[in-house]
């Protein structure tokens, strides 16, 4: 069960969870507003979510209804941003 990060850290961008994450899967633009969790590289250890000041990460398994659609936008960024950076 991957983590996920929703639409909270809009705008906050905070990065402690990037600090966090023992496997480096949380990955940052300077053109997007938020940070994106890759869910094939997560391990499910579940670091970055206590740390997120805006409670903006969830399990994949407990994401609210109205937030499912951040599962698909986490996964495509992530790998976006991946992207970018070869």
Do not use: H, W
């Not at 600090?19 to 949380?26: A, F, Q, T, Y």
């Amino acid at each position: 069960m991957p983590f996920i990060v929703t639409d909270s850290c809009k705008g906050v961008k905070d990065r402690a969870c990037m600090d966090e994450c023992p496997v480096s899967c949380i990955y940052d633009s300077d053109e997007e507003d938020m940070v994106y969790i890759d869910p094939d590289q997560c391990i499910d250890c579940s670091m970055c979510e206590p740390v997120c000041p805006v409670n903006a990460i969830f399990s994949d398994a407990f994401i609210p209804k109205e937030l499912e659609e951040y599962i698909e936008i986490n996964k495509k960024k992530s790998k976006q941003i991946q992207n970018e950076g070869i």
